[in-house]
T-cell receptor, first 111, second 117 residues
Framework: QKEVEQDPGPLSVPEGAIVSLNCTYS??????FMWYRQYSRKGPELLMY????GNKEDGRFTAQVDKSSKYISLFIRDSQPSDSATYLC???????????FGQGTRLTINP | DSGVTQTPKHLITATGQRVTLRCSPR?????VYWYQQSLDQGLQFLIQ???????AKGNILERFSAQQFPDLHSELNLSSLELGDSALYFC????????????????FGPGTRLLVL
């Protein structure tokens, strides 16, 4: 079983919809949680960073972490065609020096 | 643009050959990470260097090696290449020595696409 599980999709939604992307993990030592966005043939771009449990909002993006359930989410409000990309969750523990990534979810926003 | 640069963008080579991938971190970043991305394995951590010293190792094959130079750029050497080594190789950097940005926030370069024929 992988340390981080993420549904690879693909996920296709109409423009303006609220998108929910999720990851589950098994390592209770994970404390730092990130979401990356990767456009086709590009490098991953850091989107959101959260430490421990709670919510963090940045514009149309909200990241949630529920450590008790070992579950993290990324919500995208008022989705735009430009949000079409692969979204990767990543996480790590104190002092681990490496990120552990989910498989990535391919998202398409249809105009 | 993350500020991390990688060369070359594309590399096509034959089995058994050796290649070198180059990475320049963001200005001021002291730590460099190498990752491999393949369709079946996703993004996998290979190795990390901090200010010239190896700090962490992941699933890096013995045929692969890396180093970080005094000017903080890094090279990933892949030798005795096999078909299965075809993948995207990403470099990431973190830990701004001037501002103390935490190492968890890693910024990725555009990657090198390696095709082994």
């Amino acid at each position: 079983q992988k340390e981080v599980e993420q549904d690879p999709g693909p996920l296709s939604v109409p423009e303006g919809a609220i998108v929910s992307l999720n990851c589950t993990y098994s390592n209770s030592a994970f404390q730092y949680f990130m979401w990356y966005r990767q456009y086709s043939r590009k490098g991953p771009e850091l989107l959101m960073y959260t430490y421990s449990s709670g919510n963090k909002e940045d514009g149309r993006f909200t990241a949630q972490v529920d450590k008790s359930s070992k579950y993290i989410s990324l919500f995208i409000r008022d989705s735009q065609p430009s949000d079409s990309a692969t979204y990767l969750c990543a996480m790590t523990s104190q002092g681990a020096q490496k990120l552990v990534f989910g498989q990535g979810t391919r998202l398409t926003i249809n105009p | 643009d993350s500020g991390v640069t990688q060369t070359p963008k594309h590399l096509i080579t034959a089995t058994g050959q050796r290649v070198t991938l180059r990475c320049s971190p963001r200005s001021g970043d002291l730590s460099v990470y190498w990752y491999q991305q393949s369709l079946d394995q996703g993004l996998q951590f290979l190795i990390q260097y901090y200010n010239g010293e190896e700090r962490a190792k992941g699933n890096i094959l013995e045929r692969f090696s890396a180093q970080q130079f005094p000017d903080l750029h890094s090279e990933l050497n892949l030798s005795s290449l096999e078909l299965g080594d075809s993948a995207l190789y990403f470099c990431a950097s973190s830990v701004d020595g001037r501002t103390g940005t935490s190492w968890e926030t890693q910024y990725f370069g555009p990657g090198t696409r390696l095709l082994v024929l």
